[in-house]
């Protein structure tokens, strides 16, 4: 038996996401602390469904630093592959508080001190998931140390997984993104992307279809893609396509981590041999209640009942 659910992999930071909604940065006067970073994100929202949930991850040894570790334990997030820099400090990063795609400001350090010496086989081997995204992919060394390990992963038989949430601000270089997508892709992971991360990655609008194509064409049997207000497609090479309306919401309050959220809602009911359909709908279930509360998802909630329900 696996005793670990899923191992991510890729970017842990602080996120200072501004007060006033809606607000540019330029204009935002005060920001509030949140842990950050969409695998770690999804680690926590794992832990927060009853999975176990292991994060390989660095932080500066700094204050930041201890507040991560911190927040990580609190949440039964499993801490003992973090690696703390003594060099450089822990990554942050500013975002305006939007009820669309938030604008932010990165300043990475520590995020990318990523090697596999930080991951041995032997919790490899008792993982089910190994979930990364394009930001953690986007550096190296943890670029190089997340595609061996992905291949390693693959070979043992666990379920790979990316959230490509591409930046040209993270990454300028959108051909060299391409190549090394192009290899993680080889592992057919589950795939999970936005409208905005395709205008990002491609440049310019790309029709469904072409995007469908495009990462099948790569190696990966099923894709989603959201959009946002407009609903969610799963495009899968065996089951084919499937549609679902965004879930109706009275208010947003903000938009930082919701795909996360709907990822995590989504590898949970993957995980308990869920249909795509039922996955989908678990999924949106966890991003509405993320998109109505600032930061991650709150502390007071039983998320596991709520998405069952």
């Known amino acids: 038996m696996k005793s670990i659910d899923i191992i991510c992999i890729g970017e842990v930071l602080i996120d200072f996401i501004g007060h006033e909604i809606n607000t540019s940065i330029n204009r935002t006067k005060d920001y509030h602390r949140f842990l950050g970073g969409s695998p770690t994100n999804v680690a926590v929202n794992a832990s927060r469904l009853g999975l176990n949930a292991v994060l390989v991850a660095s932080c500066g040894q700094d204050g930041l630093g201890d507040y991560v570790i911190r927040k990580l334990k609190a949440n039964n997030v499993n801490t003992a592959y973090i690696g703390k820099s003594e060099t450089v400090p822990t990554s942050v990063i500013f975002v305006s508080k939007s009820t669309e795609t938030p604008d932010f400001i990165p300043y990475r350090q520590a995020d990318c001190e990523i090697f596999e010496s930080q991951l041995p086989d032997d919790v490899l081997r008792s993982a089910k998931i ?27 038989g666990l379920q790979l997984s990316i959230d490509i949430n591409f930046s040209e601000r993270i990454w300028p270089n959108r051909e060299e993104a391409m190549q090394v997508l192009k290899e993680y892709l080889a592992n057919d992971p ?14 310019c609008v790309k029709s469904e279809e072409y995007i469908f194509d495009y990462f099948h064409g790569l190696g990966a049997k099923t894709i989603c893609l959201t959009k946002g207000k407009n609903g969610v497609v799963v495009s899968d090479v065996e ?3 499937f549609f679902q309306k965004a879930q109706s919401i009275s208010e947003i309050k903000d938009t930082t981590g919701a795909g996360d959220a709907f990822w995590t809602g989504f590898l949970y009911a993957q995980l308990h041999q869920k249909s795509l359909e039922e996955s989908m709908s678990i999924s949106q279930k966890l991003a509405a209640i993320k998109l109505q509360h600032v930061g991650r998802l709150p502390d007071n909630i039983n998320i596991e009942k709520l998405i069952q329900e």
Do not use: M, W
């Open 190 to 203: 589950l795939v999970k992307l936005s409208e905005d991360d395709c205008y990002r990655l491609f440049a």
């Open 130 to 156: 190994f979930h990364t995204t394009c930001f953690a992919l986007s550096k190296n060394p943890a670029r190089q140390t997340i595609l061996n390990l992905a291949k390693k992963a693959a070979a043992l």
């Open 239 to 241: 089951k084919g396509l």
